[in-house]
């Protein structure tokens, strides 16, 4: 089964920083997303990015894909203490083990 | 608003017994999904139904069953828990076929099997 695997398993930087994770695989893609999960709650999610497109917004994030590199990135601008989470790449139902991000106030 | 939901946050069973994991989706979707969730395993994908009375083997569906009579409802059974499926369970629904549309989740079971 395809793998997503997010890079790095963690992440801690302060309010106002933009916090970058990224988000690898090993097969070909229909098109790939990303989630949030809040400590010991169900997963919500964030934005879908088809394979035929290279970059998408959604307020305060930025979601990039680059098939030929097999790997995303999802980039969250100006952090807030609420973003603090655990933040997962899926493709094809294979979850990542995901990235944990902290910030700080 | 999608609303998954799931019959108990916490449960605690012996080792051995039967157990029952109920969810519930209020859209009308005909994906349902149940995944677990470990520590450095991410999530992982038990079983999946893309209609009523069908069912799929996910990733890991050993020592685990699924029932799907209705199409809101789809139910995950431990046949004989074991303290290895100490996990956090997850169930997910989707309006298109799994793994390209996107999955509503529940809040999660956390089981623990004493």
């Known amino acids: 089964s395809q793998q997503g695997e997010e890079d790095p398993q963690a992440l801690s930087i302060q309010e106002g920083e933009n916090a970058t994770m990224n988000c690898s695989y090993k097969?070909?893609?229909?098109?790939l997303q990303w989630y949030r999960q809040n400590s010991g709650r169900g997963l919500v999610h964030l934005i879908l990015i088809r394979s035929n497109e290279r970059e998408k917004h959604s307020g305060r994030l930025r979601v990039t894909l680059d098939t030929s590199k097999k790997s995303s990135s999802l980039l969250i601008t100006a952090s807030r203490a609420a973003d603090t989470a655990s933040y997962f790449c899926?493709?094809?139902?294979?979850f990542g083990k995901g990235t944990m991000l902290l910030v700080s106030p | 608003d999608v609303k998954v939901t799931q019959s108990s946050r916490y449960l605690v069973k012996r080792t051995g017994e039967k157990v029952f994991l109920e969810c519930v989706q209020d859209?009308?979707?005909?994906?349902m999904f149940w995944y677990r969730q470990d520590p450095g395993l991410g999530l992982r994908l038990i079983y999946f139904s893309y209609d009523v009375k069908m069912k799929e083997k996910g990733d890991i569906p050993e020592g685990y069953s699924v029932s799907r009579e209705k199409k809101e409802r789809f139910s995950l059974i431990l046949e004989s828990a074991s303290t290895n499926q100490t996990s956090m369970y997850l169930c997910?629904?989707?309006?298109?076929?799994?793994?390209?549309?996107?999955?509503?989740f529940g809040p999660g079971t956390r089981l623990t099997v004493l």
């Open positions: 899926e493709t094809g139902l294979t």
């Open positions: 859209m009308d979707h005909e994906n």
């Open positions: 997910a629904s989707s309006l298109l076929a799994g793994g390209t549309d996107t999955q509503y």
């Open positions: 097969t070909s893609i229909n098109n």
